[in-house]
Nanobody, 123 residues
């Protein structure tokens, strides 16, 4: 009955911004770390960002630090990914994921996954 639903993807020009949302239900949201991952055709799934259960700690892929911001609102059971200065190489399906308590960068360590939302950045 756990469900993670991403929204906010779409088509954007290079240099633009998008905010992705992931609404969670069926779990004790504040007890879970939340992560964002992306996968482009022909590439491995890539860690993007994660936020600890309390929201006090955030983590980013080095290449994305400074452009992307992850946050959460436990009252709304929602995690966000603010993406700025988007580049064509950011084009991918973006997934949110949940794991108990501690954030990691390893996809296999996340138990629950959303269906993904497509982000396409045009040049």
């Amino acid at each position: 009955q756990v469900q993670l639903v991403e929204s906010g993807g779409g088509l954007v020009q290079a240099g633009g911004s998008l905010t992705l949302s992931c609404a969670a239900s069926g779990l004790s949201f504040s007890s879970y770390a939340m992560g964002w991952f992306r996968q482009a055709p022909g590439k491995e799934r890539e860690f993007v960002a994660a936020v600890a259960w309390s929201g006090d700690y955030t983590y980013y892929a080095d290449s994305l630090k400074g452009r992307f911001t992850v946050s959460r609102d436990n009252a709304k059971n929602t995690v966000y990914l603010q993406m700025n200065s988007l580049k064509p190489e950011d084009t991918a399906v973006y997934h949110c994921a949940a794991r108990w308590h501690t954030a990691t960068m390893i996809p296999n360590e996340y138990r629950y996954w959303g269906q993904g939302t497509q982000v396409t950045v045009s040049s």
